[in-house]
Nanobody, 128 residues
Framework: QVQLVESGGGLVQAGGSLRVSCVGS????????MGWFRQAPGKEREFVSA????????FYADSVKGRFTVSRDNAKNTVYLQMNSLKPEDTAVYYC?????????????????????WGQGTQVTVSS
């Protein structure tokens, strides 16, 4: 069982930067692939990024590639999403999630169904 808590959201101007964090509890946090998703009002929750359990592999949605960077510190049970060059269309609630497998070594999943554990989300608002 993994419990996740996001933080670091807020209001930022277009072109600015923000880093959101996700702290996990449970002894298996470091064994899980971690994903970031976001949901804008009236839209489906969409994949943003994922990082392998060791931090050695990452995967990004095309919409954020080159602007966002995912990282993790397993000693702190924390995963980060550094967001640069923010755009108004990045406005959403950002969720972190842990996949159901342990030490998964395949292609990083972007499907919501692959992730069993979710945080409560943190709001990111980008003003134009």
């Amino acid at each position: 069982q993994v419990q996740l808590v996001e933080s670091g959201g807020g209001l930022v101007q277009a072109g600015g930067s923000l880093r959101v964090s996700c702290v996990g509890s449970g002894r298996t946090f470091s064994m899980h692939v971690m994903g970031w998703f976001r949901q804008a009002p009236g839209k489906e929750r969409e994949f943003v990024s994922a990082i392998g359990w060791s931090g050695g592999s990452t995967f990004y949605a095309d919409s954020v590639k080159g602007r966002f960077t995912v990282s993790r510190d397993n000693a702190k049970n924390t995963v980060y999403l550094q967001m640069n060059s923010l755009k108004p269309e990045d406005t959403a609630v950002y969720y972190c999630a842990a996949d159901r497998s342990l030490y998964y070594s395949g292609a990083l999943p972007s499907r919501r169904a692959a992730y069993d554990y979710w945080g409560q989300g943190t709001q990111v608002t980008v003003s134009s």
